[in-house]
Nanobody, 126 residues
Framework: QVQLVESGGGLVQAGGSLRPSCTASGDTFTRYVMGWFRQPPGKEREFVAS????????TYADSVKGRFTNARDNAKNTVYLTMNNLKPENTAVYYCAAEVSLLTSTVVLTQKYAYWGQGTQVTVSS
């Protein structure tokens, strides 16, 4: 099974940018559709973005469209979430997730993902 390790979170001022990454090991990376989720303080985990196995298809939550970009480098077993124009309400623990898929589409439902990273904290100050 795959193991996921996130990095690249941190503290940034409103309007700034961060690019968390998630590196997979233990299995063939291209078997997995990848997702990003976040859990703000005191709230439930929510979908942020998903990318298909090839990287050719992406889906975003409405709240991040136009500001966040999800990409993957299958040669490096890594997925990236470039976050621009960050807002204080984007403060959360960001998790990457993986699910084996035979399809070419993305996956947006939390419960569809079997494998999760440990999370990386993103804090946006006003």
């Amino acid at each position: 099974q795959v193991q996921l390790v996130e990095s690249g979170g941190g503290l940034v001022q409103a309007g700034g940018s961060l690019r968390p990454s998630c590196t997979a090991s233990g299995d063939t990376f291209t078997r997995y559709v990848m997702g990003w989720f976040r859990q703000p303080p005191g709230k439930e985990r929510e979908f942020v973005a998903s990318i298909s196995r090839s990287g050719g298809s992406t889906t975003y939550a409405d709240s991040v469209k136009g500001r966040f970009t999800n990409a993957r480098d299958n040669a490096k077993n890594t997925v990236y979430l470039t976050m621009n124009n960050l807002k204080p309400e984007n403060t959360a623990v960001y998790y990457c997730a993986a699910e084996v898929s035979l399809l070419t589409s993305t996956v947006v439902l939390t419960q569809k993902y079997a494998y999760w990273g440990q999370g990386t904290q993103v804090t946006v100050s006003s």
